[in-house]
């Protein structure tokens, strides 16, 4: 049996990418019990917006129905590369400063840098 997932997103279309560049990374996390509704409240509200002022596409979001999962893919093609990037968001006075921060409520988090294997 297939597990059944609810999007959230893309807010803006897919596009291919343009260059070798572009990095994406598969996040899988285990939200506690009960709290989907409120991790998903400060994850639209605050970390969306800011991965995506500091540079990042959020290629696509994902509620696992009947689980306590939530998964997301993040993409960044700049020049300063997707680690050096996510280490600036993470040490950013406005990460500290999110409210409400929904990282608190991620009892497992799995990433996996991946590569197309398709090319469009």
């Keep these: 049996m297939t597990p ?3 999007g959230i ?3 803006r279309s897919l596009r291919p990418r343009e260059t070798m560049t572009a ?3 598969l996040r899988m ?3 506690q019990e009960g709290r989907m509704g409120e991790w998903l409240l400060g994850w639209t509200r605050g970390v969306l917006p800011l991965r ?3 540079g990042f596409q959020v290629d696509g979001a994902w509620v696992v129905e009947g689980e306590n999962m939530f998964v997301w893919v993040l993409t ?3 020049p300063d590369g997707f680690e050096a990037r996510d280490a600036a968001y993470y040490s950013s006075p406005e990460r500290a400063s999110l409210t409400p921060d929904p990282a608190p409520l991620i009892e497992k988090a799995e990433t996996w840098f991946m590569r197309a294997a398709l090319s469009e």
């Design 52 to 54: 995506r002022k500091f």
């Design 9 to 11: 997103l893309p807010k």
């Design 23 to 25: 990095v994406s990374q």
């Design 76 to 78: 960044y093609d700049g």
């Design 4 to 6: 059944r997932t609810k």
């Design 29 to 31: 996390y285990t939200i």
